[in-house]
């Protein structure tokens, strides 16, 4: 009896701290870590499955695949040969202009480790955590479409939460008429809720929204939610918008996560670890030489 | 019910790894809210057979890590399981433990109060779930019970009959 209620006092106390956002960062951390090991484990043979069935996929597929990515590979050089160009004369005509630089990015791909066990919240596990630079905030995409942002990381893993999360909000825009809005989580799979936006307002299902990039947190111009449904009950100031999320949630096996070049000298402020700035700008020294290889 | 000593040393702790398992194992979407309760069933399990060797403290910790992986706030799961493990203690001298009725009316009390403060934590920390998917669960419980109570088992000392 004595031992039940010291422990039930210790828990409830644990969940006042934890709610009222004091610091348990570390004890959750450590208990991560220490149940990461299982975690791994209870992955291995979904992934052993998902790579038997990749490496029985038909040779003709496998070529007829290869011919096409080449294809596409092409394209995709001439169209960056043309980016580069325009890149280089945004950046000359910033330099003109005195304007802060344009935001530079860099990726990696993360596998997912395992989707949320709890039915009631959306979050996924994924192998790379903080020894690979990956910070609070960062921004997770699937397919070129916003699939979410971290939300916390231990050295080796870490949590992404997705936009259907109940608990997250994104600042969207309609891509066909520039109308702002709040897409909210709703906790079920796939569907976003659009809010505030007024009555009078042009909304039809099927309008495309995209980030607005307000906040500094999300990248403008993603792709996130199609309309799904508008419906309005008189006699409330907005309008019930929901939409679909253009990334499945059901399906992504990885995400990309992107360092914005501003994150990058947060991240150098805060660990003094210039790992991440480094590899931008040898990148970046790397693509001009080529270029000017190229050139010459 | 007479008190049932484990196969070997750490069979209970082996027994609840399993499940802790079980609870993080990638489900499809819409039959995670079916999943049944594989630790608060286990806890249960070892709480009726063997009242003796079931502690609290290993409990309570089980449900702390629950908490880290889920992302639930932390403290929940551990006052749950701990909640669990008390119930099914004062309960047990108080019913037939053998009896199958009243095992599951014990099952069905203890998943109860176990979800129902739960559900208040969620509530008062403001993101409680909607609809009634939440109590499914306790039907999937109560039925995998008998498979699971009976699978346990395998890590009960068998008693030499001659």
Redesign the interface.
């Known amino acids: 009896m004595i ?2 209620t010291i ?2 006092l ?6 006042v ?3 009222r956002g004091s610091s ?1 960062l570390p ?2 951390t450590g ?2 870590m ?2 990461y090991p ?2 791994y ?3 291995v043979p ?1 992934k052993v499955a998902h790579s038997t069935k990749g490496f029985f996929t038909e040779h003709e597929r496998l070529s007829a695949d290869n011919r096409e990515l080449r294809a596409l590979v092409g394209v995709y050089a001439a169209r960056d040969q043309k980016y580069y160009s325009i890149a280089q004369e945004n950046l000359r005509l910033r330099k003109q202009l005195d304007a802060t630089p344009a935001v530079r990015e860099k990726f990696t791909l993360a596998e997912i480790l ?8 959306k ?1 996924v596990v994924i192998n790379k955590g903080s020894n690979d630079d990956i910070f609070v905030g960062q921004v997770a995409l699937s397919d070129n479409n916003i699939y979410g942002q971290v ?2 990381v231990t050295p080796n893993s870490a ?1 992404v939460i997705q936009l259907t999360d ?2 997250h909000a994104i600042h969207v825009r309609n891509s066909r008429t520039g109308l702002s809005a709040l897409a909210v989580g709703t ?1 079920k ?1 796939n569907l976003l809720e659009l809010k505030h936006i007024e009555t009078s307002m042009d909304v039809q299902t099927g309008d495309v929204f995209v980030s607005s990039g307000l906040g500094q947190l999300y990248p403008p111009d993603f792709p996130v939610a199609v309309v799904n449904s508008v419906a309005y009950n008189p006699g409330d100031s907005f309008m019930r918008v929901t939409a679909h999320s253009l990334a499945d949630f ?1 399906k992504t096996r990885e995400v990309l996560l992107i360092w914005r070049a501003d994150y990058s000298m947060e991240i150098i402020h805060q660990n003094t670890n210039n790992k991440a700035k480094a590899n931008i700008d040898s990148n970046i020294a790397k693509r001009t030489n080529n270029k000017k290889k190229a050139k010459k | 019910m007479d008190e049932i000593i484990p196969r070997f040393k750490g069979a209970i702790i082996v027994s609840l790894v399993l499940a802790f398992i079980l609870m993080i194992l990638p489900l499809r979407e819409d039959w995670l809210v079916w999943r049944p309760e594989w630790l608060a069933l286990t806890i249960i399990h070892w709480g009726l057979v063997s009242p003796q060797r079931s502690s609290l403290l290993l409990v309570w910790f089980i449900g702390l890590m629950v908490d880290a992986l889920y992302g639930s706030i932390l403290g929940q799961h551990a006052l749950g399981y701990a909640i669990v493990l008390y119930m099914t203690l004062r309960m047990r001298p108080r019913v037939i433990a053998d009896s199958f009725f009243q095992q599951i009316f014990i099952v069905f009390i203890v998943l109860g109060t176990y979800l129902l403060i739960n559900l208040w934590i969620l509530g008062v920390t403001g993101h409680s779930p909607k609809g009634w998917s939440y109590w499914w669960t306790v039907a999937s419980s109560i039925v995998v019970w008998p498979f699971y109570h009976y699978f346990l088992q395998i890590f009960h000392l068998k008693k030499k009959s001659f």
């Open positions: 031992k039940f422990l039930a210790i828990a409830g106390g644990l969940i701290m934890d709610y348990l004890i959750r208990l991560k220490l149940a299982l975690q484990a209870v992955d979904y395992s989707v949320s066990s709890n039915p009631f919240s979050d939300k916390s949590v109940a608990k906790g799979i059901t």
